[in-house]
C-alpha cells in the first residue's frame, strides 16, 4: 500500500486523484491533505479519508477549518508556507502528489524532495521557477520525479523501454484553447467568460487562462526540458485540438510513439500513483471511427507569444524563467479580477521580461528574489 499526501486536494488535480483512491482503497491510504481556503470540500475530503494532518492558507481557515468537522476524524492543521512544507515532508506518506497552483509549490517540493518522498509532479511552475535546483536535489537525494501532466505523462510513457541514446525530439501537443480560429483582430473583445470555456479539459481558473493563452504550453515546455534533460530545440509544439494524442517522442531511426486516450486526468494521475503498472478506470477508450481523423497544426506564436516568452526563458535560462512566470501569475489574476484585458496579459508578461537584469545560476533566495520583483513590477505595470 502506498501512503499519498496530496497537497491541494480540493483542486481539479487533487480531486480526481481522490477519485483514483476511492476506486482503489486497499492499494493507497491518505496520510495528507492541504488546501488554500476551500474548507467545506476540505472538511468533506477529511472525514472521508481520515488524514492524519491536513494544511490550509492561514490561521483564519485552519479556526474555521477546525469548527467546521463534525466527525470522529480530528487531525492535526497547521498552515502557512510551515504547514505546507510541513506536510510536503510528513514521516508517515511515501508520495507526495504536488498539485498546488503556481509558485507556491516550489518551497514544498524541496521540502518533500529533502525528506526522500517520491514526487508526482503536478505543479509546472515548480520547475519553471527552479529547474536545475530541483532536479540537482531530487539527484542528490535519489528522489523520483514522476509527471503527473497529461502530456509529460504522455512522453515519460513513450520513452519507457526505450534507450535514452535513440531519443531525438519531443512533439509536445497543445489543445489550441477556445481562440484558435479566432482572428487577432477580434482578440480585444475576448470576455472571462469567452477564455473560460475549454473546448476539451476542465480545469482550474488559473490553468484554463494558461491554456486560453498558450501559456500552460510554454510552461511545459520548460518543464519538460528539466525533466528529461533535453535541449529546448529538441521540443515541437503542435496544436491538435481533439486533445486525444497527449504528445510523442521521436528517435532516431525516424520512429514517433505517441500516447493515446480521451481528455481525462485520471489516466495520467493513476499512472504516476502505479507505475510501472496499470489500473482499471473504467475509462472509454477514443472512438476512433467517429473521430475520422487527427488533425494537427503549428501554434500562431503571432497571436499568442507566450510560446515565444517561454522558448527564450528556457533558453537564458538563470532567473528569466522565474520572472515569467511571476509575471504571467500576476497577469492572469488581473484578467480573472477584470482589471485588465486578455491582450494586456502578454503585455505584462513581456514588459516584466524586458525589465529584469537576468542573475546566472541562482541559489534559492535568488529565485524567490527574483519572483516577488517580478511580481511587484508586474503589478506596479498594471
Known sequence: MKHLSILGSTGSIGTSALDVVRRYPDLFNIKVLTAANNIALLARQIEEFAPEMVAVFDETTAFALARSLTGNCKPEILCGELGYMTAAAWESADLVLLAMVGAAGLKPALAAIEAKKQIGLANKETLVM?????????????????????????????????????????FLTASGGPFRRRPLEDFSSITLADALNHPTWNMGHKITIDSATLMNKGLEVIEAVHLFGISPDAIQVLVHPQSIVHSMVGFKDGTVMAQMGVPDMKAAIAYALSQPGRLD???????????????????????????????????????????????????????????????????IISSTMGRHRRIDNPDLSGIIEADHWARETANSLI
Open 130 to 170: 527552479a529547474g536545475e535546483l530541483v532536479m540537482e536535489t531530487a539527484r542528490a537525494n535519489g528522489v523520483d520525479i514522476l509527471p503527473v501532466d497529461s502530456e509529460h505523462s504522455a512522453i515519460f510513457q513513450c520513452l519507457r523501454g526505450n534507450l535514452t541514446k535513440d531519443f531525438k525530439q519531443i
Open 281 to 347: 478506470l473504467d475509462l472509454d477508450f477514443p472512438d476512433f471511427a467517429a473521430l475520422g481523423s487527427l488533425a494537427f497544426e503549428p501554434p500562431d506564436v503571432d497571436k499568442f507569444p507566450s510560446l515565444t516568452f517561454a522558448f527564450e526563458a528556457c533558453k537564458q535560462k538563470g532567473t528569466l524563467p522565474a520572472v515569467m512566470n511571476a509575471a504571467n501569475e500576476v497577469a492572469v489574476q488581473a484578467f480573472l479580477e477584470g482589471r485588465i484585458e486578455f491582450l494586456g496579459i502578454f503585455n
